[in-house]
């Protein structure tokens, strides 16, 4: 079958013959992937970065984002069949940890990324384990399913309190930002802040919903949004950018008693001011990693079949499973939303 896979140290990857997979293990399911999406951390892996370099160990197999058909069940499984169409979470968590023990799955101390730590979706038949295999509702198709694990980290940041009414900041449009965008306009959000360097992905963000855009630098958000608000500040500060001056502009744009999901990954320490800007504003953090496992699940799926999201202007681009590099390159050049790969056109 054919797989993309990360074969050597360094930037790059390449469309492999490898072994078919014709039997499902104990406990897991045999997948017919049928569409995947490509993440940020599968560009980290490509580019070879210094996070992929001190993580990753190849040969790996590439990927975390898919959507697919089951067509063997392994000894052992008792909640899927063959016929269930399916996606999946990205983190392997180990059931057994304190955190798993006790509803925090979503930090599991022994966590397995699929694609980053053991291998991946990248190929025509993959198998998962029966705990990280979610059953789709049929109303989803096959290109909007696969973006589900991207789509729960926004549901996830969003969701840590109130949204209803609430005046929201979303700091980064990259793909989980504009998810981000989009969930909080169809939990009933009130106005949209959306800031991003790009022009390209605030014109995304306008059309899943933002109400006010902002292209840093130049414009000036924190006084639109001072204006906008009597002063106070927004409700909700979505941070997905994870760059160090968002992050810092994030804790100044909340208002007293508001809250901040802090999402972004920064290259580099940040220096904030906890005293004005956290600890007397009485401000509300959030980590966030990952989905809550797996009520975020739940949560998207009744969204997207019932048609209370839309992320269909997030998707892109649709390629032929061979044209992974230009998807690569895309990502690269920051000119798209997410990028969906057809697998089965792998043949």
Known sequence: MKAIVKSLAGEGA????????????????????QSVAICGTDFHVYSWDAWAAGRVKPPVIMGHEFSGTIVEVG??????KVGDFVSGESHKVCGHCLQCRTGQGHVCRNTQIFGVDTDGCF???FAVPEA????????IPPHIACLQDPLGNAVHAAMQGELAGRSVAVLGCGPIGLFGVAVCRALGAGVVFASDTSRYRLELAQKVGADHLFQIPGDDLEAAVLDTTDGQGVDVVL???????AIQQAMR?????GRVSLMGIPSRPVELRISEDIIFKGLTLHGVVGRRLYETWTTMQSLLANNRINVEPILTHHLPFADFEQGMDL??????????LDVSTAD
């Open 123 to 125: 190929r025509e038949f």
């Open 14 to 33: 390449t469309l492999q013959d490898v072994p078919t997979l014709t039997t499902a293990p104990f406990g897991h399911v045999l997948i017919k992937v």
């Open 253 to 257: 744009l909340a208002r007293p008693g």
């Open 75 to 80: 000894e052992g499984v008792t909640s899927l």
């Open 331 to 340: 990502m690269r050049s920051g000119q798209c939303g997410k990028v969906v």
């Open 132 to 139: 990280s295999v979610i059953k789709n509702d049929p109303r």
């Open 239 to 245: 941070e997905m950018s994870g760059a160090p001056p």
